[in-house]
């Protein structure tokens, strides 16, 4: 199963990811990255893989990763 891995330095935390999640498997952190934003963190026991994530990043930070197997 594909799921969802972000890519913390490019995240500007606008919250779309959150937002927009509809198994709600992810949450801004407590973790700022190298520009001073908080970055999302995924439950991966939640996500489904689905990349409606990685569709409405405005920034690229969201990336879909296939599972190999």
Same mark, same amino acid.
Request: positive net charge; hydrophobic residues 35%; aromatic residues 6%.
């Given at each position: 199963?594909? %799921? $969802?891995?972000?890519?913390?330095?490019?995240?500007? *935390?606008? /919250?779309?990811?959150?937002?927009?999640?509809?198994? %709600? $498997?992810?949450?801004?952190?407590?973790?700022?990255? *190298?520009? /001073?934003?908080?970055?999302?963190?995924?439950?991966?026991?939640?996500?489904?893989?689905?990349?409606?994530?990685?569709?409405?990043?405005?920034?690229?930070?969201?990336?879909?990763?296939?599972?190999?197997?």
């Amino acid at each position: 199963m594909n %799921k $969802a891995s972000v890519v913390a330095n490019l995240c500007k *935390s606008c /919250g779309y990811c959150v937002k927009f999640c509809p198994k %709600k $498997a992810i949450s801004i952190g407590g973790k700022r990255n *190298s520009k /001073g934003h908080y970055y999302p963190v995924i439950d991966l026991s939640l996500c489904i893989g689905c990349g409606t994530c990685a569709v409405v990043c405005p920034e690229a930070a969201m990336e879909i990763l296939k599972e190999e197997g």
